[in-house]
């Protein structure tokens, strides 16, 4: 029953997540990829600004097919992985919440490394156009379906070495910040300002995960896009951190990552705050929130110790 309602709550959580944060993720993208030498973006908000006026709204919505999907059974998966992890280890301490939440991040990128890659095809698909007028892909299914086609098994996990060194470490961590930060603000069962606490530890747990492993992120874009356009670059991680130092400095590991902090708050600010509201409520029986119900996300009743998880 526990590993029902996790998933449930991980399936509500991660679609709301990706109705909130996919317009920011699709411009870190456009700034990771974009070409040095020629730049389409002076940054953030010239790019958002770009793709509004170039490409309407719709197209910070480009490739929402493939994280909708593939995030909200993530998501599921990550929440129902971590809550049973909790259950095995027993005592709901930090280093727990870490080592169930790496635990997680592990398994989940396997979903996670083509769901991004069909996520990134369609993000840089028809760049700078209203209307695509050489669409390649159809939908995020066609286009994993078309690199399975060319490339087959290893074309479709393309990425997978350098998601897992962003997965693993980068969930123990979002974990850990949200189980802190909630100890930390306290719990009151007629605490007023519950779901702001809610809001400002899961939003602030997504920016901690993300600074924690965003020069790997900007490896992963760079090698997922590559051969867009018929051009390989890369020859695997290594060159590709090689070839990007060399012609972009140190800081070709901070490109896009205004708009990532930008959408890692309210994203996982909503995500979180969801599945503990979803959670406190079903574990409640229907009777609306309660400080006993939120004695842990994952936490089994002979757990003691108390967060706000």
Not at 19 to 30: A, I, N, Q, S, W
Not at 102 to 119: H, R
Not at 201 to 223: C, E, F, H, N
Request: aromatic content about 8%; charged content about 20%.
């Amino acid at each position: 029953m526990d590993f029902t309602l996790d998933f449930a709550a991980g399936c509500i959580g991660g679609a709301a997540g990706v109705l909130v944060g996919h317009p920011f993720d699709t411009v870190k993208v456009r700034l990771q990829v974009q070409n040095v030498d020629r730049p389409l973006y002076r940054g953030t908000y010239h790019c958002f600004q770009s793709i509004v006026r170039q490409e309407s709204m719709t197209g910070l919505y480009k490739g929402i097919g493939s994280p909708m999907m593939g995030l909200t059974f993530i998501n599921a998966i990550v929440f129902g992985v971590q809550g049973n992890a909790m259950r095995r280890l027993g005592n709901d301490t930090p280093l727990n919440q870490f080592l169930a939440g790496a635990a997680a991040g592990a398994l989940q990128s396997v979903i996670c490394c083509p769901m991004e890659l069909a996520k990134t095809r369609m993000q840089l698909q028809g760049l700078g156009e209203r209307k695509s007028k050489q669409r390649l892909y159809r939908n995020s299914l066609d286009c994993l379906v078309r690199i399975y086609r060319k490339e087959g098994i290893r074309g479709i996990n393309r990425g997978m070495v350098t998601t897992l060194v962003r997965e693993t470490p980068g969930f123990g961590i979002y974990f850990l910040t949200y189980d802190v930060l909630t100890r930390s603000l306290g719990c009151e069962p007629d605490d007023p300002y519950m779901i702001l606490k809610l809001l400002f530890a899961g939003g602030m747990s997504g920016i901690t995960s993300w600074l924690s492993t965003y020069p790997v992120d900007v490896i992963k874009s760079r090698l997922q896009a590559d051969g867009v356009g018929g051009q390989n670059r890369y020859g695997g991680i290594a060159d590709c951190v090689r070839q990007s130092v060399k012609r972009e400095g140190w800081r070709v590991f901070t490109h896009g990552l205004t708009s990532t902090l930008l959408r890692a708050f309210p994203v996982n600010a909503t995500t979180f705050a969801t599945v503990t509201l979803f959670l406190m409520y079903m574990r409640n029986d229907g009777a609306g929130p309660d400080c006993e119900a939120r004695s842990s996300l994952t936490a089994s009743p002979q757990q003691t110790q108390t967060s706000s998880l």
